[in-house]
């Protein structure tokens, strides 16, 4: 009698963009982990102590993923991944093992022979333990459809044993009933490239069909826990051609314009085209405070395209959890993004003073218009200067777009001087000189030096008069008293006669 357990597996067949692939050694296998014994008939699947690729999962089951670290699939190359798992028999007779898959392009050896099929077995005896290797040919460019693996044990006919050897193996042998345990493939693999790169992969996509990339908070600006993270993308690919998408931190080039500034950036390159793309962002409100910026509609997120020109992706709040606010962006493709502070430029459009010409107590007025050309609300202050001293100061706050006229009055000395607002000339003002020839509007000894403005209205020029006497006024009056007294006494010694 013979019999068949089929056993299927999870492949994470992923086309991963790798370099040269260290495999654990088949030699000396480390078997302490746990064992998929669900096989049934005595055969257990085993993954090495400290293989990258099998793993037995919470179920018992036994998954692959042949994308970990720095090794994976090649696209367009034959990539064989040695002693993926182990296969031990604990029967009491030999054991005919294969292993099969859903794709022509992935094939397997067991103990280092091919087996294949149910004509292309391996004879395992009792309690030993064998590798099985894989092997992925993508050079062929079709689509790998690899739908699982499937492990294949049964009881070696007596015939079989004679002398050890491996008896003649028939087709006919393969259609005998099978129990069979079927995982499905997952649809995109992710491996890690370097401290802040992620490599994703996609077998067999559908064109128009999108597909969510896990980059799991990869830091786009700021720090881990007090930052800007991607949380993920989501890519809707053009075709069904496999395809690699490869997400890295990179620096922020300076976007174009005063009304922004470069937060971080991340670099997200495609092999194929895509159809649409979805960005997707955790922004802390911590960071939020770290970079001066007030609300998550004060940031922005820019793509730089292909004939180097900079566009705004537009975002938009989608939920708020946990202290932080996750905002999203669809564009029609790749490249690099910058995520961005929108900032304030607040600035003076135009200044006014008038009139041209005041008399020496009179004063002018200085007109001028603050337009915010920014992103974002912001305040500012500006000085008022006459002759290049600061005489008054206005201070603004606008929204973004928003524009306001400030004024302020000016009593300079006589002469012509040059008067500016926020470093914006505004005109000049003539002051005439007073009927005595003295400097007017100001108490200054020097008759050029500008009145200080008090507020929005006009500064007066008051003329003081003293308030009482000082002591060189009460020592002259002492000296003309005594002249006083001395000549009544002289006037009245000759009207009585004396000489």
Do not use: C
Request: glycine share 12%; hydrophobic share 40%.
């Amino acid at each position: 009698m013979t019999r068949r357990r089929r056993r299927w597996l999870a492949l994470a067949a992923a086309l991963a963009l790798a370099g040269t692939l260290a495999f654990p050694s088949a030699a000396a296998p480390l078997l302490g982990g746990p064992v998929d014994t669900t096989t049934g008939d005595g055969v257990e699947l085993l993954p090495a102590e400290d293989s990258q690729y099998a793993t037995v999962g919470p179920d018992g089951e036994l998954a692959l993923d042949l994308t970990p670290g720095d090794a994976g699939l090649n696209p367009g190359a034959v990539t064989d991944f040695g002693a993926v798992f182990y296969v031990r028999y604990t029967g009491d007779q030999y054991a005919e093992v294969w292993v099969t898959a859903g794709s022509e392009a992935v094939s397997f050896a067991v103990d280092g022979q091919p087996a294949g099929s149910a004509a292309q077995n391996v004879r395992v005896g009792p309690d030993e333990v064998v590798p099985v290797s894989v092997r992925v040919d993508t050079t062929s460019g079709d689509d790998l459809d690899v739908g699982g693996l499937t492990v294949h044990s049964r009881v070696a006919e007596p015939e079989r044993e004679a002398d050890g050897q491996t008896a003649e193996r028939t087709a006919e042998t393969t259609t005998d009933s099978t129990d069979t345990t079927e995982v499905s493939v997952p649809a995109v693999q992710r491996r890690g490239t370097a401290a802040d790169g992620l490599t994703f992969t996609m077998l067999t996509p559908t064109a128009g069909d999108a597909l969510t990339l896990d980059t799991d908070g990869m830091v786009v600006a700021g720090e881990p826990e007090r930052g800007a993270v991607l949380e993920s993308l989501t890519v809707t690919p053009a075709s069904g051609e496999g395809m690699t998408v490869d997400v890295e931190r990179t620096a922020a080039d300076p976007v174009p314009g005063e009304a922004v500034e470069s937060l971080g950036a991340v670099r997200v390159d495609a092999s194929t085209d895509v159809d649409a793309a979805t960005v997707r962002l955790a922004v802390d409100d911590a960071f939020l405070a770290d970079v001066a910026v007030d609300d998550v509609d004060d940031l922005s997120l820019y793509r730089h395209g292909g004939d180097g020109e900079w566009s705004e992706v537009s975002l938009s709040a989608v939920a708020e959890r946990n202290g932080s606010t996750v905002l999203e962006g669809s564009t029609g493709g790749f490249s690099t993004f910058v995520l961005a502070a929108d900032r304030p430029t607040i600035g003076v459009s135009a200044a006014s003073v008038s009139p041209a010409t005041v008399s020496a107590d009179g004063s002018a007025t200085v007109s001028a218009t603050l337009r915010n050309d920014g992103q974002a609300a912001g305040e500012r202050t500006v000085p008022v200067t006459v002759g290049g001293e600061v005489v008054a100061e206005r201070t603004v706050v606008l929204e973004a777009g928003e524009t306001a006229t400030v004024t302020a009055s000016v009593s300079p000395g006589p002469g012509e001087h040059t008067v500016s607002v926020g470093g914006v000339e505004a005109g000049t003002v003539s002051v005439a000189a007073d009927k005595d020839g003295e400097a007017g509007g100001s108490d200054e000894s020097d008759g050029d030096a500008p009145a200080t403005d008090s507020g929005d209205e006009p500064a007066e020029n008051v003329q003081s008069e003293p308030a009482g006497f000082d002591f060189e006024t009460l020592a002259g009056a002492g000296v003309a008293v005594a002249v006083v007294v001395v000549g009544v006494g002289a006037l009245r010694r000759r009207r009585g006669g004396e000489p």
